[in-house]
């Protein structure tokens, strides 16, 4: 089964709220998307389990318990979550000042972020929570490891974007697919340029990643997953993914 949440799309700071920064968790009980929508504050999401995707544009993040995103005030967004995911959403009222640029980020969720978090769902005094919060906003950073996909949108490029993402582990070359869509190999590897900023094989190694992080983070063996996302072997599917990544797929294992 799957739901569909619809919430409303707000420009920053529409909303006069009383908080500095809020937070919220759920586990969804069923496969669930949320709409295009945006919010009157920023909005810090990571989860406590699971792995999650938000899409801004052509732009499709992946989100888990070690990386997070940050979505500026009146950003429109989408997600999407399977079910038993616990997600956790963190909201900033607007105005307040981080590190953080004023674009969708990546966030690594440290144990010192993920601890001053969850210190703010305690019973403070107003000074301890002033503390915190303030804490907070100087520990946030952007991640250089953002688990991000530019999606190509022309016509040309479709039907590889659908037919990867559908099995990232599809292993028709470009050359392949020249022939099967009647054109040149230098003309797929130049469309990919222009509108991914990377190549056809890089963005397939993208596209792969993500998909391995939302079955690692499902508690798979990592050889399972090799085999999943089109890897002859786990350790050739280790040094695609910290090439991608920056780290190993073991980090986003649920143990």
Known sequence: MRV????????????????????YEEVVADDTAWNEHAHPWHELLWNEHGASTVVVGPRVWCVTPTLGLWMPAGQL???????GTSYRAHFFRHGT?????????????????????????????????????????????????????????SPLLRPIVDAVRADPAHQRTLAGWAA?????????????????????ARWV????????????????????????????SASAFG??????TGTTPGSFRTR
């Not at 569909?4 to 937070?23: N, Q, S, Y």
């Not at 967004?77 to 079910?83: D, E, L, R």
Request: proline share 6%; with cysteine.
């Open 180 to 200: 099967s869509l009647g054109c040149s190999a230098r003309t797929l590897t130049r469309a990919f340029r222009t509108e991914t900023g990377t190549s056809f």
């Open 205 to 232: 190694a993208a596209v792969r990643a993500q998909h391995a992080v939302q079955l690692l983070s499902r508690g798979f063996e990592v050889d399972v997953v090799a085999d999943a996302v089109g890897y002859r």
């Open 97 to 153: 000042v981080s590190a953080l640029p004023d674009v969708p980020v990546a966030v690594d969720i440290t144990p010192l972020l993920r601890l001053l978090l969850e210190r703010l769902e305690e019973d403070l005094t107003s000074r301890s929570r002033a503390v915190t919060e303030t804490m907070v906003l100087d520990v946030l950073r952007p991640s250089p490891r953002a688990l991000l996909v530019q999606l190509p949108t």
């Open 239 to 244: 040094a695609a993914f910290r090439r991608t």
């Open 77 to 83: 967004h989408s997600a999407s979550a399977v079910a």
């Open 4 to 23: 569909t949440r619809e919430l409303p799309t707000l420009a920053a700071g529409e909303v006069d709220v009383p908080f500095v920064i809020k937070g």
